[in-house]
């Protein structure tokens, strides 16, 4: 039934020949570009493979690398920073899949207490309680292994409206939502592909997964309350903890994003002060210590850094007092100091955590300070790093 172009060879107006997928990679390639992303090689080797290929025994490689595959070792691994690229503006329709999936994976935790206990339990461990699973719309991605829904719970409902309108398929996918199963270019390949299930009849399921499949998803929001990504966490300490959501065609990166900041964004611009944390459970210890949840100042930059990115976005609360709850480097360090001190405000530095200590203890000591806004206090309960 399906009568679309798939792959399209070309020959384009420089005389180049050129390889064109219409499916989920949308890649335009030319066969050096292919050698590298089937051999998992450099641009020189690509040349000799080629020339292999050919014949030709006799040849000068052109020094040089393709402008559209990185090289191997520059392609980063699933858990590391996404890269950032000057924000663009979300088309609709994807926003509309991240509200989407982040609403379906609330409610299949929510709505599945037995069956998905042992996903409570963690988040209970690490300080999340039911309200707070339901206030900040935390969800799960069942797993490959589950007997149910193998790592396809968001497509498996959504299939309806994949199959009448593909332009929807197309969101979800733009989004980071749904994995290719067999895409070479990705690590761990050869684990999706195993995943790969030919007894299904649809395309979607068949070829494609959930991508948080097996984790603990925490959407991200703005200051807006609009959903700009998801963050998927393991319930276990196995592989790669922490996975951020990937996408293709819009520019999402953890650099602009502040966990949080939906919900404390109108008290940090009220009370000018703002609780900086590094982890998405460190914001969770902070905030349970608030004894008024309802006026939250906590936020999580999602790593020891303060980028320019998130760095306006503060600006834009008119913070002056930062009070930090982690190891920073003397970029972040020197980026709050400079900020605070355009708003004549001051940074109070509560220190990290060490290996094994709970947020919890480390944050105790200052409840009164932090539940009370008292900077008053603060100045005697923590370091002052910064005054201008």
């Known amino acids: 039934a399906d009568t679309k172009d798939s792959l399209m060879v070309y020959v384009n107006k420089k005389d180049e020949v050129r390889f064109h997928c219409f499916g989920a990679c949308k890649g335009d390639w030319d066969i050096y570009d292919l050698i590298m992303l089937r051999k998992k090689c450099r641009f020189r080797q690509a040349q000799q493979v080629w020339a292999e290929h050919l014949g030709v025994k006799d040849f000068k490689s052109y020094d040089g690398r393709s402008p559209c595959i990185p090289e191997p070792d520059a392609t980063p691994e699933p858990d590391d920073t996404v890269g950032f690229v000057e924000p663009k503006i979300i088309d609709e329709r994807i926003v509309a899949a991240l509200d989407n999936a982040a609403n379906f994976y609330h409610d299949l ?29 935390i969800g799960y991605s069942p ?16 299939f309806p409206r994949f199959e009448m309108d593909y332009g929807t398929f197309n969101a979800f996918l733009d989004g980071g939502l749904v994995r290719l199963l067999n895409d070479e270019t990705v690590k761990g390949y050869g684990y999706y592909c195993r995943q790969i299930d030919f007894t299904r009849k649809d395309q979607f399921s068949r070829n ?30 196995r592989g790669v903890r922490w996975l951020k959501q990937q996408t293709r065609e819009i520019a999402l990166t953890t650099k602009s994003w502040l966990y949080g900041i939906d919900k404390s964004g109108r008290y940090i611009r009220k009370y000018r002060t ?53 190891n920073w480097d003397e970029a972040g360090r020197n980026r709050i100091e400079r900020i605070a001190a ?18 919890y203890d480390m944050l105790k000591p200052v409840v ?21």
């Open 109 to 137: 935790l929510m709505s599945n207490e037995d069956r998905f206990k042992h996903i409570r339990d963690y988040l209970a461990r690490r300080g999340v309680k039911k309200d707070t699973i339901r206030k900040f719309n």
């Open 143 to 158: 797993s490959y292994s589950d007997d149910q829904h193998q790592g396809r719970a968001l497509i498996a409902s959504f």
């Open 208 to 237: 494609y997964s959930d991508y948080l499949a097996g984790r603990i998803v925490f959407p991200i929001y703005d200051a807006d309350a609009s959903p700009t990504g998801l963050v998927g966490r393991r319930p276990d300490d």
């Open 274 to 326: 703002i609780i900086l944390v590094e982890g998405i459970f460190d914001n969770f210890a902070i905030y349970n210590l608030l004894q008024n949840q309802d006026k939250p100042l906590v936020v999580s930059t999602l790593g020891s850094y303060l980028s320019p990115e998130a760095a306006s976005i503060l600006k834009g609360l008119d913070v002056e007092h930062f009070i930090v709850a982690y």
């Open 342 to 359: 355009k708003s004549g405000g001051w940074v109070y530095y509560l220190g990290g955590l060490a290996e094994g200590q709970d947020p």
């Open 368 to 388: 009164n300070a932090i539940s009370g806004f008292s900077l008053k206090q603060l100045k005697t309960d923590a370091q002052c790093t910064g005054r201008r």
